[in-house]
């Protein structure tokens, strides 16, 4: 190549600055603006990863899209070539350790499912934005709200199963005979007992109310029951507070949506 042609190249590599102006703003402040309405429904409920977080998350994917697309046209040329849907590529990988840190198993329950899927959707929402195409980004966010709102109460009025086990924790004092009339009213209400574990937890308090019969210092029992039936286990556990002796009960219904 000669000297003058090779200069000429040269010139307009250097003279190809990086796109950058109202456009790109404009994806970026849609980004904020639809990962902010994401995180605001997760605010709501109060969830461990709410309003900034989501926030975040997609503008920060929107600006990783954008840098790969408008980021390095100052070293483009007939032998550097780029591929921008990497980028896309790697935020999906990326994404995944939020995701996996807002997952826990608590007892025999799993949390954080629903927040761990809107952080993602979140960074899909933001990668679209900042690729150019604000309606999909737009329908997603919309689909996201219908789907954790709309779709409550539906989810509530559906038939119950009868063969989802359910999770019982109670606290009582051992040696009054609590566990019978326990399993006597869970039965009463057309539940099936599973599996009944018990094991000691400590002595009673002895600054305790003097109400029931059990003797200060007598051992505390935490009893685990696994059921199943049609009636609510909630209102099975508000008939089980009411005992005599029934200090604390922890009701996990298998037909009531995870609150995640």
């Known amino acids: ?16 600055a990086n796109t950058e102006g109202a456009l790109q703003l404009g994806e970026l402040g849609l980004a904020l603006l639809l990962s902010a309405a994401i995180g605001l429904e997760r605010e709501i409920r109060q969830k461990s990863a709410g309003l900034r977080t989501h926030a975040l998350v997609g503008l920060g994917a929107a600006l990783f899209m954008l840098v790969s697309k408008y980021g390095f046209s100052d070293v483009l040329g007939p032998r550097v070539v780029l591929d921008p849907s990497r980028v896309a590529a790697q935020i999906v990988t990326g994404i995944g350790f939020i995701g996996a840190g807002l ?3 608590r007892r025999d329950a799993v949390r954080g499912l629903t927040t761990a ?18 309606w999909l980004a737009l329908a997603a966010t919309a689909a996201y709200l219908f789907v954790a709102v709309a779709t409550l109460p539906i989810t509530k009025r559906l038939p ?19 566990l019978r009339s326990i399993l006597s009213l869970a039965t009463s209400r057309g539940f099936t007992i599973d599996s009944v ?11 305790r109310d003097r109400g029931t019969l059990a003797p200060l210092g007598a051992d505390r029992v935490e009893v685990l029951l696994h059921v199943h039936g049609q009636g609510s286990v909630n209102e099975l556990a508000a008939a089980l507070a009411d005992l005599p002796d029934v200090h604390a009960i922890v009701a996990e219904d298998a037909n009531e949506p995870a609150p995640d």
């Open 160 to 178: 119950r199963s009868h063969t989802a086990i359910s999770t019982l924790r109670v606290h009582y004092p051992e040696g009054q005979g609590v």
């Open 117 to 134: 899927a809107s952080i993602w959707l979140t960074a899909a929402v933001g990668m679209a934005a900042g690729a150019g195409l604000p």
């Open 1 to 16: 190549m000669p000297v003058s042609s090779a200069a000429a190249v040269s010139g307009g590599l250097a003279a190809a």
């Open 197 to 207: 574990s018990a094991q000691t937890i400590g002595h009673e308090p002895a600054d």
């Open 103 to 105: 997952i826990f198993v």
